[in-house]
């Protein structure tokens, strides 16, 4: 079997699947599995840029998920009119002066000689502009956290169009990455895995603390659509007669409807990206980023800027991440900056590339619906297995309980299960790299 035979097999296994799930369970399941599929493929497209393209070992992928879904707030949600007049200003000058004194001492640094009169002017420069920060900064979120905390208590967004808000969740993410990897590219790989998980915590540490700026654990509802709401669809008229028309109930039509809608949003971003992640592959920067891959003292040797063109792809990959924390969150309607654990979007998107096919692009798009499939069935089907199991037990028996309430747990165990058989029967993935 070729290749192309075998990619578009496999493809429409994971079709079937999505279409079973529709025909057996319900179609708003199926399309949601979809949704979050398409979404989930982009992410690992991401992390495939970075460690398939480059070797780069991230796994502080939730964080730029996280900042994507920040950016969803920043863009779309309209500006908290009262916030901004109690303390805006204030905040803006805090952070001016904290940008100010990081400005102030990388200057000296870089100016002057090392001595003890430079080690004293930065420990002065450090102290005064902490002190001056919080002076600011501190009385100001006060006050913007003050206005109605039970609605908002935040400064609110740009009022903008919220589809806006991918390619900025893009962008924030980029220069989280640009930040990070001036620091930590020059780290040996393992040292770059514990960098960037410790950002990523610190990212979601902001944003479930700092409420002036996302509301914190309180969480952001009603985010806009790119669609319409479904109760708006149900209160048209023309939509009600075209859902009777083909005999369907409004309501169910209009479920389907939006989550159709997201599905050819999704689909064009995530084609997009997939093909100018095929044109980076094959052209000449594609194969420069393989070669310092395989053999980075070779690729110097050649005259090559390793750490240039790995900040390069680390940047590029974490931008994919950020689109794709925006597209979720958009999907979503809220920000929950709780729900953001490294077990969902850093482990499981890492399986994805792996089971799919490090350093092929497509690997990468299949592994991410078929592992966000398994993430979502298996535990229904799971319990479904312990019921029958367990039917011939008596009621009330200490192991039908045990084995019912552990079923919970069988997604962790499937997870565990397909990476060991793919890492044996398939080592390269399912779509190799070629």
């Known amino acids: 079997m070729n290749s192309a035979l075998r990619n578009t097999l496999l493809f429409g296994i994971i079709g079937v699947l999505i279409a079973y799930t529709g025909v057996a369970q319900s179609w708003n399941t199926a399309l949601l599995i979809l949704n979050m599929g398409l979404i989930s493929a982009i992410m690992a497209l991401g992390v495939n840029l970075q460690w398939g393209f480059a070797g ?118 980029a220069g989280a990455a640009w930040i990070i990897g001036k620091t930590a590219l020059g780290l040996r790989s393992d040292y770059l895995a514990i960098a960037t998980l410790g950002i990523a915590e610190i990212i979601i540490a902001i944003l479930k603390n700092e409420d002036w700026l996302s509301r914190g654990v309180k969480n952001v509802v009603g985010l806009p659509r790119p669609t319409a709401f479904e109760i708006d669809l149900q209160n048209d008229p023309s939509f009600v007669d075209r859902a009777a028309g083909l005999g369907m109930d409004p309501v169910l039509a209009s479920t389907l409807y939006v ?79 709780g729900t953001y654990q490294p077990l969902r979007f850093t482990f499981l998107i890492w399986v994805m590339v792996i089971v799919g096919g490090s350093g092929s692009n497509l690997g990468a798009v299949l592994g991410g619906f078929l592992i966000w499939f398994l993430w979502v069935q298996v535990e229904p089907m799971g319990l479904y297995l312990m019921e029958l199991i367990t039917s011939g037990m008596a009621e009330g028996s200490a192991l039908k309980a045990h084995l019912i309430e552990s079923a919970a747990h069988i997604r962790l165990l499937t997870m565990g299960v397909v990476l060991l058989l793919v890492l044996r029967f398939s080592p390269r993935g399912l779509i190799p790299e070629k």
């Open 259 to 337: 989550k159709l809608a997201y599905a050819g949003l999704f689909t064009a971003v995530l084609v997009i990206l997939l093909i100018l992640a095929q044109r980076a592959l094959n052209s000449p920067w594609g194969r420069m980023m393989r070669a310092i891959r395989d053999n980075e003292t070779a690729a110097e040797a050649m005259g090559k800027d390793v750490t240039a063109r790995h900040l390069q792809v680390f940047i590029l990959g974490s931008a994919v991440c950020g689109i794709a924390g925006a597209m979720m969150t958009t999907l979503d309607g809220q920000l929950t900056p």
């Open 56 to 173: 780069l070992f991230n796994v502080g992928i939730m964080g730029f998920v996280a900042l994507g879904g920040l950016a969803t707030v920043l863009v779309s949600m309209p500006p908290t009119t009262e916030a901004w007049a109690a303390g805006g200003g204030g905040i803006l000058a805090g952070l001016l002066m904290g940008a100010m004194t990081i400005a102030a001492t990388v200057l000296v640094i870089k100016r002057m000689p090392a001595s003890t009169l430079r080690n004293a002017i930065v420990l002065a420069i450090l102290i005064g502009g902490f002190v001056l920060y919080r002076a600011i900064f501190d009385p100001a979120v006060e006050a913007v956290e003050a206005v109605n905390p039970a609605g908002t208590g935040y400064l609110g967004g740009l009022g903008l169009p919220v589809i806006l808000a991918w390619p900025v969740g893009g962008l924030l993410a």
